[in-house]
């Protein structure tokens, strides 16, 4: 696979994936000046999800599993549910910005930050991060975030009210050539239960559709 397309998947997976792994969290009042506070992490807390990759007609489900948590990190077991494979570890802050993806080892530098605690309507930030695949490709990632709403959202796991986020952005080569790379996602957060419930990203490469990748929660268990 050539570092461009490492680079393509690293992005789809650590940001969509790692987001997925925030469990208890605090009560949402029902109103756009509501503000949400970080989630809660217990160990033990584990979370299912299924990743749907629309373009390649290609699906698969996964669980992930809190280990422990050592000062700002959380360290985490991350199991496709439809492969042999052994589990992977999966790091990320106790604000649920993502260090290290349990599914390709890519690296996050300093952090791949797609919530800012506390969530409020109208807040904004732009996420600025360097990343290293396993295979040692390099990138810069610059994304635009913004949440524009509170909303009920329904995924198999139930109905939630959840802040919307919207996110823009760009993929540009380090150490791979090529024109940089167009992002556009949106994520659901419901601070009840405290993660991120679906998750939808599309790619772009030289204006032309890459990837569609959208995520949903399927259950999961606190502690």
Known sequence: MSPALSTLRRLRLGAGLCAFLCLQGTALAQDAGASAAAP???VGDRMSYRVEERAD??????????????????????QRTDAAAEPTEQVMTTALN????????????????QL?????VGQAWTT??????????????SIDRKVVAIETVRVSAGEFTAYRVESKGWINGVSWRGAAMRLEQVLWYAPEPGRIVKLESRIWRNNDPFRHTVIEALGFQSN
């Open 128 to 141: 600025e991060a360097a990343s290293t695949a396993a295979s040692g490709a390099q990138s810069r990632l």
């Open 116 to 120: 800012r605690f506390p969530l409020l």
């Open 57 to 78: 007609q290609q699906r698969h489900e996964a669980t992930a599993t809190v280990l422990a948590i050592e000062g700002d990190r959380v360290r985490m077991r991350y």
């Open 98 to 113: 993502n260090v290290v993806n349990g599914s390709d080892g890519s690296r996050y530098e300093p952090h791949l930050d």
């Open 40 to 42: 809660r992490l217990a």
